[in-house]
């Protein structure tokens, strides 16, 4: 991971992560990085979980990557934990130089660490070249997601 590191973010790093967040066109409709009100509220409480690993990537002392892994107790499985990975970004000028990859391999490792026998994400049916992706790093499409919207 070379100059790269992968760090909890703090209350500090809400402005940046946003800005990653909407700087996509799936992002860009749902995400509102003029008022960070409810994005701070959000902070508290994730920061409050100790199931919520939100981090932060820093290259040079500037945010540019960031990803959420939430570790789901249950009972199957035969009560295995598993890990999911959320909302991973990369800042734009650094898609392509392998930090999308670096994040994923960090939060598999730290699902391994915190003892999940599983790894799961979501990624929107609209993103393909994100489907791509993840597969290059071994993840299958095993299932069909479904949401609702309340």
């Known amino acids: ?28 409709q749902r995400e509102s990085p003029d008022d960070l009100t409810p ?54 000028d650094e898609r392509g130089s392998g930090l999308g990859s670096d994040l994923i391999r960090w939060a598999v490792q730290e699902a391994r660490r915190l003892g999940c026998p599983l790894v799961q994400l979501t990624s929107d049916a609209s993103r393909t070249d994100a489907h791509r992706f993840y597969e290059r790093l071994g993840f299958t499409a095993s299932h069909a997601g479904f949401k609702l919207a309340l």
């Open 1 to 28: 991971m070379n100059d790269l590191t992968i760090r909890p973010a703090t209350a500090d790093d809400i402005v940046d992560i946003v800005a990653m967040l909407a700087d996509d066109a799936l992002g860009a």
């Open 39 to 92: 994005y701070r509220t959000a902070f508290a409480a994730i920061a409050a979980d100790p199931q919520q690993h939100l981090v932060v990537a820093e290259r040079d002392g500037r945010t540019v990557g960031t990803l959420q892994l939430t570790v789901i107790p249950g009972l199957s499985r035969q009560g295995a934990s598993r890990a999911l990975i959320e909302a991973v970004r990369v800042h734009a």
